[in-house]
T-cell receptor, first 111, second 111 residues
Framework: RKEVEQDPGPFNVPEGATVAFNCTYS??????FFWYRQDCRKEPKLLMS???SGNEDGRFTAQLNRASQYISLLIRDSKLSDSATYLC????????????FGKGTTLSVSS | NAGVTQTPKFQVLKTGQSMTLQCAQD?????MSWYRQDPGMGLRLIHY???????DQGEVPNGYNVSRSTTEDFPLRLLSAAPSQTSVYFC??????????FGEGSRLTVL
């Protein structure tokens, strides 16, 4: 089983739609979790960290389920500008020297 | 604030040539790393450093060397380029367990 798995998509949704991405991880000792966003031919940038209690940042909600070893990202009221690849990232150790990136889920929002 | 700066942005090499990808950060981050990103493979860690004079191997270190003589700079050397090293290379830095900041990437083609 791969360490971090994501559905590659693409997810094609209309503006205003709600879309959810899931990510599963194999190492139960994983320490921390993140979602990064990567625009086409650009560098990844942090979208949000994922906390055990779940967290929200505007239209974005991230959740963590340690028992089932998955992370989710919910995007409400999708905008054209949300079109990007979303990378699930798992940190395996306290020092943060073992970040594992998923291959990414591609979202395309159309008008 | 420049953040993480990578040079060159594009490079074409012939098999067997050597070159150095430069990476500099102006945020006084202790942690620096190099990733490569290939289609369908996601980001994979090549080498990382937790401070000046300290480097360690990541997931795919073969064919690459690094050094960290200063906090600011973390060059990646390709000793004898191979077509399998055709990729997009990202340098990234971080302070503690926080956000990973990426450079804009270096696109390398090995013929």
């Amino acid at each position: 089983r791969k360490e971090v798995e994501q559905d590659p998509g693409p997810f094609n949704v209309p503006e205003g739609a709600t879309v959810a991405f899931n990510c599963t991880y194999s190492n139960s000792a994983s320490q921390s979790f993140f979602w990064y966003r990567q625009d086409c031919r650009k560098e990844p940038k942090l979208l949000m960290s994922v906390y055990s209690s779940g967290n929200e940042d505007g239209r974005f909600t991230a959740q963590l389920n340690r028992a089932s070893q998955y992370i989710s990202l919910l995007i409400r009221d999708s905008k054209l500008s949300d079109s990007a690849t979303y990378l699930c990232v798992v940190n395996l150790n306290q020092a943060g020297t073992a970040l594992i990136f998923g291959k990414g889920t591609t979202l395309s929002v159309s008008s | 604030n420049a953040g993480v700066t990578q040079t060159p942005k594009f490079q074409v090499l012939k098999t067997g040539q050597s070159m150095t990808l430069q990476c500099a950060q102006d945020m006084n981050h202790e942690y620096m790393s190099w990733y490569r990103q290939d289609p369908g493979m996601g980001l994979r860690l090549i080498h990382y450093s937790v401070g000046a004079g300290i480097t360690d191997q990541g997931e795919v270190p073969n064919g690459y060397n690094v050094s960290r003589s200063t906090t600011e700079d973390f060059p990646l050397r390709l000793l004898s380029a191979a077509p399998s090293q055709t990729s997009v290379y990202f340098c990234a830095s971080r302070q503690g367990p926080g956000e990973l900041f990426f450079g804009e990437g270096s696109r390398l083609t090995v013929l």
